[in-house]
Structures are given as structure tokens and as C-alpha cells.
């Protein structure tokens, strides 16, 4: 049996002062995010800025950023291991990590948006298959469970050979190691699917809401997944530059340049051809002049646009196409960190366009469903606005610390980096010396 552990490092060895108070830090984060959900619970979801017109708000924008960040960090993760190569093989632990964090924050958001999670065990025991939101349930749960065997099964002779109970008795053996290569590969076949339906099944519970113009088209999908290659791989960028410079996690710097130079393709994909797909053909039809065609393609309705497009597209776009500049670690992570603020305003953006026009636009409009002063008409409304309350922000906050730390204490606990080469992978996911 191998016991040599230097096939290995684990990131965090012990937690410092700074780590202790950052450890400080997200278990203040995470009682007030519950306190303030349990002031929720008991008051109601008037408490919240969602009212009948806009009855989906930061909690569902954050669960679509947050699928899409998982979604994105396990397609990187598993598609070179799928096609069979050795590249970006450092950054495959932290990117399974990083997206079982990401999918476990999703999760946990959808609780205090349906108001009632006392009912949550309904859709196992009469789920609606006709709802959309039933399958992105289901593939949620699904897609969790995969991250977490996925996880086990890239560090589980590590953890063997370094004596760690989270092995689960799983002996490190050359011919363990040799099998784990095999379900590695078929792991990242069933994984990458996986990662297109959950982010796929996402997009589509806007696009098949009918009675809302702005998110019934079939580009909704498509759009959500590059927006999850885009934020998933910023994402996966950022938290190893961080882990890099404040862990034992050593960065690839020439495979970190190559990922940046990806993520720059992908922001052109997707800021670039996708909005166009998406604008274009609204404006030709809105418009037969060539100055309003163009004004109305490339001017946007609100802040978000621009925050999405601009600050989030086209400046880490610009960043990454200059290949002196992507060298550079710190503009890799400023373009990262960009690409996924911006991506972050894109979701603000979507759930804006679909309610701020109400489907019933006559007076009286639209029962809000609150309160009512007795002054005016003001339980009425024939627009969307919303505003998230502290109660949300603290509720949001508090489940992203939870997030934090299942990433801390994976870079404490579980072998992240590889300190060896590992053999290439064939189409069986066997090795290239055993052929």
C-alpha cells in the first residue's frame, strides 16, 4: 500500500490568527443571515420587498448566479478529464469544490423564497412533473450529490494515504488508483450533461413563462449557459489567485494565463454574439431606420445593461485580449472578478425586464398583496418595483458565508492540489502507460 503523502498538500495545514477571524467572520455572517430568516419565518414574506407584481427577488437572482457559478466550475473541472486530457489538471479539485459550495448556496436560497419550506417535502410526494420548477428541484438535488461523490472520488487515495477518516476506508493502492482514473472519466461524462441540464432547466423556467415577452424566447437557455462558463470559470480564477496567495495552494501560472485566455472567448461569445442573437432581430422589428435600429441595439434600458455588458463584458474582455496584459496575474483575476459582477447584474437584469411590465397594465392594475395605509390607492400597482430589504440582504449574506466556508474548510481538509503528475487519460479512462 502507498502511504507517500507528498502526492498531496492539503492548503490550509493550520488555521492562524487571520484564519481564525475570517473562520470569526462568516459564523457572524451565518447567525445573522439565520436570525434575520427566522424573523422571515415568523413574520411573514411581507418582510420582503416581493410583492404580488414582483414576486421573485434577490433570492432567485442569486440562485440563478449561483447555479450558474456551479455549473460553469464543473464543466471546466470535468471536460478535460473527459476528452482525455492532463491539462488544467490543478485546478480540478478546487473546481469541484468551489462548485459544491456554489450549488449548496443555490439550494438553500430557493428556502426563503417559497415562504413556506415547512411544505418542501411536497415535491417528493406530489411533485407536478408539468412544472419546470419540479425538474430544476430534482436536478438541483441530483447535481449536489454528483458534486459531492465527484469531490470523494478525485482525493479519496489521498485522503487514504494520509490516514484522514473521510476515506471511508477506501485503501490507497496503485490498482485503486488506476480504477479511480476509469470512474473519473465516466464521472465527467455523466457530469457534463448534468451541468448543461441543471443550467439549461434553469433558463427555461423563464422561458416558458409565456404571459412575459422579455424571457419567452428559445435563446434563454443557450444564454445561461454561457453565462455559467463565463462566471463559473471568473469564479474558479478568483478563488485560486486567493487561495494562491493566502494558502499553500500553488497556481499553474501558465495554465492560469491559458484559462484567462479561455474566459476571454467566452466573454465574446457571450457578451458579444449572444446579445446580438438576442437584440438584434427586437430591434429590426422595433425599428425600420438604420439610426434606431442601431440605438436601439446597442443602448441599454437601465443601469443593469450597462453594469452587465460593459463593466462585466466588454472592460475583462478587453483585459484578456491583450496578451501582455493576461500574463499578468492581477489582470486575470481583476477580468475574472469583473466577468462575474457582471454576470451577477445580467440576472438583476433578467428579473427586472420580466416584471417591471405588469400583465395587466389598466387601472386599478395589480393587487400588490400588502398592506394598506388607508392614505391612497397604494395596495394597487399597474408597474413592477422592488427594492430587497435588509432582511434579505442579511438572509442572502448569510447562506454565501455558508458557501465560504464549506470552500475554507475544504481547502483545510481535503487534499485540493496534486503534488505529482498524474498519468493522461485514454478513452476508457485508462492511462496512456498501460496501452
Not at 264 to 285: D, K, M, N, S
Not at 348 to 376: K, Q, W
Not at 413 to 429: E, K, L
Request: charged share 15%; with cysteine.
Amino acid at each position: 500500500m502507498t502511504t507517500n503523502t507528498d502526492r498531496s498538500r492539503i492548503a490550509i495545514p493550520q488555521f492562524g490568527t487571520k484564519g481564525k477571524l475570517w473562520l470569526g467572520l462568516l459564523a457572524a455572517v451565518m447567525l445573522g443571515g439565520l436570525a434575520a430568516w427566522g424573523y422571515q419565518l415568523t413574520t411573514g414574506l411581507v418582510v420582503t420587498g416581493m410583492r404580488n407584481v414582483f414576486s421573485w427577488g434577490l433570492y432567485i437572482m442569486m440562485f440563478v448566479l449561483f447555479v450558474g457559478l456551479s455549473a460553469g466550475g464543473l464543466i471546466i473541472s470535468s471536460a478535460p478529464k473527459f476528452f482525455h486530457s492532463h491539462r488544467y489538471e490543478g485546478f480540478a479539485r478546487l473546481g469541484v469544490l468551489v462548485s459544491l459550495a456554489c450549488i449548496t448556496v443555490a439550494g438553500l436560497l430557493i428556502l426563503p423564497d417559497i415562504g413556506r419550506p415547512e411544505r418542501l417535502y411536497q415535491f417528493f410526494t406530489s411533485p407536478d412533473f408539468r412544472s419546470p420548477m419540479v425538474w430544476d428541484f430534482g436536478i438541483v438535488l441530483l447535481y449536489g450529490l454528483l458534486n459531492v461523490w465527484y469531490l470523494w472520488l478525485l482525493t479519496r487515495r489521498d485522503l487514504a494515504a494520509r490516514g484522514s477518516p473521510l476515506a471511508l476506508g477506501v485503501e490507497d493502492t496503485e490498482a485503486g488508483r488506476e480504477r479511480d482514473r476509469t470512474l473519473m472519466f465516466w464521472t465527467a461524462a455523466v457530469a457534463l450533461p448534468t451541468a448543461v441540464a441543471l443550467h439549461s432547466v434553469t433558463g427555461w423556467i423563464f422561458a416558458t413563462q409565456i404571459g412575459r415577452g422579455d424571457w419567452f424566447s428559445p435563446l434563454v437557455a443557450p444564454v445561461f449557459i454561457a453565462k455559467a462558463l463565463v462566471s463559473g470559470l471568473g469564479l474558479l480564477l478568483v478563488v485560486s489567485v486567493l487561495a494562491d496567495r493566502l494558502t499553500n495552494f500553488e497556481v499553474d501560472r501558465e495554465e492560469l494565463t491559458s484559462l484567462g485566455k479561455i474566459l476571454g472567448i467566452f466573454l465574446a461569445f457571450h457578451v458579444v454574439y449572444l446579445l446580438a442573437a438576442e437584440r438584434l432581430p427586437h430591434a429590426w422589428a422595433d425599428h425600420f431606420e438604420f439610426w434606431a435600429i442601431t440605438s436601439s441595439f446597442l443602448i441599454g434600458e437601465s443601469a443593469y445593461f450597462w453594469l452587465w455588458t460593459v463593466v462585466g463584458g466588454a472592460v475583462p474582455l478587453a483585459m484578456l485580449a491583450i496578451p501582455r496584459l493576461r500574463k499578468r496575474v492581477a489582470v486575470i483575476f481583476t477580468a475574472s472578478a469583473l466577468a462575474v459582477f457582471g454576470t451577477m447584474f445580467e440576472g438583476v437584469r433578467l428579473v427586472f425586464t420580466g416584471y417591471e411590465v405588469a400583465n395587466i397594465d389598466l387601472p386599478p392594475g395589480i393587487s400588490l398583496g400588502g398592506a394598506y395605509s388607508g392614505i391612497t390607492t397604494d395596495v394597487w400597482a399597474t408597474a413592477g418595483a422592488y427594492t430587497p430589504t435588509l432582511v434579505e440582504v442579511a438572509v442572502t449574506l448569510g447562506i454565501v458565508a455558508f458557501g465560504a466556508l464549506i470552500v475554507t474548510l475544504g481547502l483545510k481538509y481535503v487534499p485540493i492540489q496534486r503534488a505529482d503528475a498524474q498519468a493522461s487519460y485514454v478513452t476508457d479512462g485508462g492511462s496512456e502507460e498501460g496501452r
